[in-house]
């Protein structure tokens, strides 16, 4: 990720952004169960929330993140979360592994459709039957594109993803979007 996710991403505004506003609107009232998966984590502001939610129910979390750098700084940060250095489309667990999973504001970050497609796939693979998948993502505006100057920027559209999420092998996708255009959630669950 180029400079600005590092200032932006790693801030106490972000993390409390997150907190306060972008991940109640993810998660509503799901039912996330005991063994939870995170997606691109990146600098760690959901990864803190949800072992603060997980841990008082003897919940575990488990986090991908590609970045070898972001994946140590996780690790260390974080010695309760169990932290994967690995490509989101090639996951290194077992079938029905998790009974659910999160991913925000990261799949922008994934160069082609086709990439995101193999990791909605694989997230589909490593649920439970019934289990929770629900995230975020950012939309696409100019001043985003060039925020994201010398980065991947591949903005996935809201107004498809339930399409994609159906074709991967999930149930009743739910998309909304929220703050005049700024960001949208999505949740949905394992068929």
Same mark, same amino acid.
């Given at each position: 990720m180029?400079?600005n996710?590092?200032e ?11 907190r306060?506003t972008?991940?109640p609107?993810?998660?509503g009232?799901? +039912? @996330? ?8 984590? &990146?600098?760690?502001?959901v990864?803190e929330?949800m ?7 003897? &919940? #575990?979390?488990t986090?991908?993140?590609? %970045?070898p750098?972001? /994946?140590?700084?996780l690790?260390?940060?974080f010695?309760a979360? +169990? $932290? /994967?250095?690995a490509?989101?489309a090639? @996951?290194? *667990?077992a ?9 925000? +504001?990261? =799949?922008?970050h994934v160069? +082609?459709?086709l990439?995101? %497609?193999?990791?909605?796939a694989? $997230?589909?693979? $490593? @649920? ?5 998948f ?5 939309m696409?505006?100019? !001043?985003?594109?060039? *925020?994201?100057e010398?980065?991947? *920027?591949?903005?996935?559209d809201?107004? &498809?993803?339930? #399409?994609? =999420?159906?074709?991967? !092998? ?9 703050d005049?255009?700024?960001y949208? #959630?999505?949740?949905t669950?394992?068929?």
């Amino acid at each position: 990720m180029n400079e600005n996710h590092a200032e932006v991403c790693s801030s106490a505004e972000w993390a409390e952004h997150m907190r306060d506003t972008v991940l109640p609107r993810a998660l509503g009232d799901a +039912t @996330l169960g005991p063994q939870v998966l995170e997606i691109g984590p &990146g600098y760690g502001p959901v990864t803190e929330i949800m072992s603060g939610i997980l841990a008082p129910h003897g &919940g #575990t979390l488990t986090c991908v993140e590609l %970045d070898p750098e972001l /994946a140590s700084a996780l690790a260390s940060r974080f010695p309760a979360v +169990t $932290v /994967a250095r690995a490509d989101a489309a090639r @996951l290194p *667990f077992a079938d029905a592994r998790f009974s659910a999973a999160v991913c925000c +504001t990261m =799949l922008h970050h994934v160069p +082609t459709a086709l990439h995101q %497609d193999a990791i909605l796939a694989e $997230v589909r693979r $490593v @649920l439970r039957p019934g289990g929770v998948f629900t995230g975020s993502d950012s939309m696409d505006s100019d !001043g985003r594109r060039a *925020f994201h100057e010398g980065d991947v *920027f591949n903005p996935v559209d809201p107004a &498809g993803l339930a #399409t994609r =999420l159906s074709a991967a !092998g999930f149930a009743d996708p739910v998309v909304a979007v929220h703050d005049g255009g700024d960001y949208f #959630t999505f949740q949905t669950r394992r068929r």
